[in-house]
C-alpha cells in the first residue's frame, strides 16, 4: 500500500508521553507528523522495524538524533502510541502488542511480561499488593486484557499505579484507577463505557474484527485520536491536549452526536463536562451545516446567562472548532441572551431602553418610589415585599393584566395575600408599569416577552436551525418562551431544536422556571452526567455537603438529584481554618498561597473567592501586601497568560476552574452577607436566599481542582457546620 492512502492516528498513550520530553521533541514529531499530512508524498514517513519485538506491526520512527516515535502499522493505519529517549522507546516497544478486543470493542495496546521478569521487578512479597482483593474473573469483566495481570498484581499503592501508567493500556489504567479509588463495577462500566455484558455486533464478532474496523468505533474514539485535518492536528498539538477537545467521555460523546427527535437536555453536578458537550453538540450541528448545502447560511445560537460566560465558552469553541465562527456567515453565534434580545430588539425598533444595570435601574428604583409615594402600602407588606412580588410573579410569570393576577399562583411566596390584598398591589403595579413606559424604560423580563410576542406575530426568518443553551438552571420562565420561541416547533417538526444543560444545584441567581411550562419538552431525551472531571473526591464530598437537605429541581416539575455523582482524581482534604480575626484570615491566606509548590502551579491557577465586591478588594490589598501578584476578574473572558492570583466574586468565578482556590470570610456574620439577608421580605424569602447562598458556597468549592482552602473568624457560618 503507497504512503498516500496511510491514515495516521493517535493514542492518548502517545499524547502523554510527548508532554514529558522537552520542547523541541514535540515540536519537532510535530512538525514530522502535519507535514506528512499535508504531502504524504513528499514527506514520507520512514518506519523502521524494531528488533525482537513481540508485534511484527510495531514500526520505530526517529524523530532526532536521541528520540525515537513508537507506532503500530497496520493495513492502511499507522496508529502512533509513545514517544520517547532511543533506548526507552526500544525498550518500551519490545514488550508491547496490538489486540484487538472485541469484548470493549476497542484496539488495545498490552505489554507481555514474562512471569520471570515481573517477578525481578516486583516488590518484596511482604508488602501488602493494591489489587489482591479483586479476582481475576472481575479483572476481565471490566475489560482488563489476561495479558496485564501479571503487572497488576505487582502494585502496590495508589501512588506507584500512577507512576506506572505509561505501562498499561489507557482503558486498563482507568479501570485500575477507578478500582484504586473505590468505585463499584457499575460506576465502573459507566466511566469506562464498556458494556456490562459486551454485544459483540455480527460484523465485528470472534476472530474476524479488524484493527480498520476497531479503530473507528465510538469507544476508540475516546482513546485514539485521528485527525480529521491538519489544522486540527495542528492545533492539538500546540493547544497541548486538554482532554475534552479530543477524547470525550463515550457518553458525553453520544449526547452530543447524535440526533434528537425533539429539545434535549443534560443535567450533571458541577465539573462533570456539561459545557464540553454543549460545545461539542455546538460543533456537531455546525458540521452537519457546513456539509449539507441545503442547510447554508444557516447558524447554531450557542447562548448562556451572563456576558463572561458567554465570552469563555467562545474562547473555547474557537479552539474547538474555529472554522465554524470564522466563516462567512459564521456557522456558530455565541452570545448571551440579555445581549442577544436587546439586539434583536434594536433591529425592531423596539423604542424603549432594557434596564439591565446600571443608570437605567436606578431610573426605576426612582420610579418605585414615586408609586410607593402615591399609593397606601396594605396592612402588614413592606416596599421590598412588593417589588420582590413584582419581580418573582408578575414578571417572572409574564402577567399583564389583573384577572391574571388575581388567578395567579404564588407557590413559594410565603406571605399569604388575600384577594383585597392583591387587587391593591395591582394598583401599585399598573401604575409602576405605566411610568416606566412612559419614561421609555423596560424590564429585562418585559424585553423577553416583546421579542417573543415580536417572534410568534411575524415568524420572521431568524438564520438559526438550532439553539444551544448552557447553564439553564438561570434562565428564568420568560427566558426559556425567547429560547422556544427562537425555533419553534414547526411542520418539519421538532429536530435538533434545542439542546439544553444546566444543574439546578448550582442556581445563584434566583430565578426558576420549569421548562415544560414553557413549551420546551425534553421528556425522553434528558440524561444525567455523573462523573466529576475537575475535582478531587475530597473536595467534591465537601462542596456536596454543603447543600445537604435541600431539595432542587431537575428544570422541570421533578426533583434532581446528585445520587452516583463521583470524582476520579483523590487529594487532600479541603483546608478548613478557624482565625480569631479577618486579619489573621488574610495573612493566613498569603502564606498558603506563598506555601503551594511554584513549580507545579502557576500564580493564574490559584482563585481566591469572595461573597463581596468589598471583600475582592480587601483581598487585593492584602495580597499585594504580602508581595503576591493578583488580578482583579470583572465581567469579560479571561486570560490566563497574564501572570497573578486570580481574585474575584463566587458569582463571576462560575464558569471558571483553578488548581487551588481560597473562599476566606465564612463566618457566621459575614456569610450570607447580612445586606443579602435584610432584603427578605419574610421567613419563605430568607429560606430562599440562604439556599441561595449555599449554591453560591457550593459552585465557588466546585471550582477548584486540587486544592480548596475555606477560612471565617471565630464562629463558621451555618451552612458549613449547621
Ligand atoms: N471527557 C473528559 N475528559 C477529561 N476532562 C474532561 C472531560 N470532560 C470534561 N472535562 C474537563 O472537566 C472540567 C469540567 O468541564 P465543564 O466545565 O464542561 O463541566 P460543567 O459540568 O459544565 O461544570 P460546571 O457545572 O461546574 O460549570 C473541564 O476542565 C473539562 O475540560
Redesign the pocket.
Known sequence: MDAISKRVSYDIGCMKSLRKLPDKVAIRFMDMMTRYMSDPTANGLNLETVEGAKDNSIKSLRVDQGYRAIAFEVGRDIMFVHVNEHDKAYRWATRRRVKLDPGTNRIRVVEELDATAVEAEAPAPSEPRLFAEIADKRLRALGVPDEEFPAIRTITTIEALEVAEEDFDPLTYQVLYALAAGYSDQEVYALTGVAEEPQTAPETAGEDVSFDQLIETEESRQTIFIPESEAELRRVFEEGL???RV???PE?RKLAYRDYNGPAMVR????????????HRAKHLADQIKDDPGQAGQRILVTTFTTSLAQDIEANLRTLCPEHLDARPPRIEVTNLDRWVSQFLKRKSFAREVAFFGEARDRLDKTWKEVFDDHAMPEGLSEPFVKAEWAQIVQAKGLTDKRAYLKASRAGRGTPLDRRKRAALWEMFADYRARMISDGLAEPDDAYREAVEILSAEAPSLPYNSVVV??AQDMGEQAFRLIRAIIPENIAGDRNSLFI?G?AH?RIYGRRASMSSCGIEVRGRSRR?RL???TTQEIRAWAVSILEGVSVDDLDEGTDTLKGYVSLLHGAAPDLVRCASEAEELTGLADWIQALPANQIRRSDVGVLCARRTDVKRVEEALRAAGIETVVLRSGAEDRSVPGVRVTTMHRA??L?FFAVAIPFLSDTAFPPQGALNAAVDAADREDIVILYRSLLH?AA??A?KALRVSWSNTATKLIFP
Do not use: C, I, S
Open positions: 486538554e482532554g475534552w477524547f470525550l467521555h458525553q450533571g453536578g458541577a465539573g462533570t463536562g456539561k459545557t464540553v458537550v454543549a460545545m448552557d447553564e444543560v444543574d448550582q452526567l466529576n472531571y475537575r462560575k464558569g476552574e459552585v466546585t471550582r481542582k
